[in-house]
């Protein structure tokens, strides 16, 4: 996790977001380095494909959730009771929210589930002020990628964007900064997809 305050350098803070007890103690050491929570961001997440069910492991399916859903749960529980009127939370979620590849079963179910819980805790949330958005994107050239799919796939990804091509992450992240800033203060509850033109609903 990396936190960061206007005008102060910046504090990494390594460990395993499947572990709860982490998750917590990151929110706090943030709140006590900086005395005030405005932002969290949950991007982490971890995915592998297989072609077939029976090559899913049950480890497998724990570790996408723990990590996709678990931790992303823990870390807003921990961050919204601190956080002020007009601070926000935005969530990962992906295309396979709403467009599950068959290859993808627990990550595309982790995404799912954190779709559902953005829009639920948006609710709560506001009763803070504070707004809770996703973003939804397609395929984006991250090190997830090359490190979790076959070659074949890699050299084929985002070939069925209307682009014929994967994002690169400088191409999402006009999102999260627009539902980071005050620009988006009438927005909650909403998840923001950057897919390529890929029409996923």
Known sequence: MWVESAGRRGVKLPGDIRDEVHCKAMIDRAFDEFGRLDLLVNNAAYQVTHENIEEFTTEEF??????????????????LPRMQPGSAIINTAS???????????????????????????????????????????????????????????????????????????????????FLASNESRYVSGEVYGATGGKMPY
């Open 62 to 79: 724990e570790r996408a959730f723990h990590t996709n859903v678990f931790a992303t749960f823990w870390l807003c529980r921990a961050a």
């Open 95 to 177: 295309i396979q929210s709403y467009d599950p590849s068959p290859t993808l079963v627990p990550y595309a179910a982790t995404k799912a589930a954190i779709v559902n819980m953005t829009k639920s805790l948006s609710q709560l949330a506001m009763k803070n002020g504070v707004r809770v958005n996703a973003v939804a994107p397609g395929p984006v050239w991250t090190p997830l990628i090359p490190s979790t799919m076959k070659q074949d796939s890699v050299k084929k990804f985002g070939a069925d964007t209307v682009f014929e091509r994967a994002a690169q992450p400088v191409e999402i992240a006009p999102l999260f900064v």
